[in-house]
């Protein structure tokens, strides 16, 4: 059941449904939904992927190939869910790196029992 949630989410983004993504894990994890936005905020030197800005809740990605790398996605929305009114502690890159890689993971356990 989680397995098919974490894989659902992250076939949604490389499909491109980014939102409805983003969209659904909000309602699992219940908190608002964070904004989306193509391009990186001005002023941001550093070439990233990704970033999250607590100030507009707003996940930032480089370019369209960026908004469909589920890694990244997951990643900034992990940043999001440790911002939450209600969050004990921001939480690390570290955390926020094994929060996606368990979605990813999960994508992949499916595509192998599919391949049988
Ligand atoms: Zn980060």
Do not use: W
């Not at 969050?87 to 926020?96: F, N, T």
Request: net charge positive; charged share 30%.
């Amino acid at each position: 059941m989680e397995q098919n949630f974490k894989a659902l989410v992250v076939l949604l983004i490389l499909n491109g449904r980014v939102e409805e993504a983003l969209g659904k894990l909000a309602e699992r994890y219940g908190v608002v939904e964070p904004k989306l936005k193509v391009g990186l905020p001005k002023g941001r030197r550093k070439k990233v992927l990704g970033c999250y800005s607590v100030k507009d809740k707003t996940i930032y990605v480089l370019n369209s190939e960026a908004l469909k790398e589920p890694f990244t996605v997951l990643h900034e929305f992990y940043h999001h869910l440790r911002t939450a009114p209600d969050a004990r502690h921001r939480g690390s890159e570290k955390r926020a790196n094994e929060f996606a890689r368990e979605f990813v993971q999960a994508y992949g356990y499916r595509e192998m029992i599919g391949r049988k």
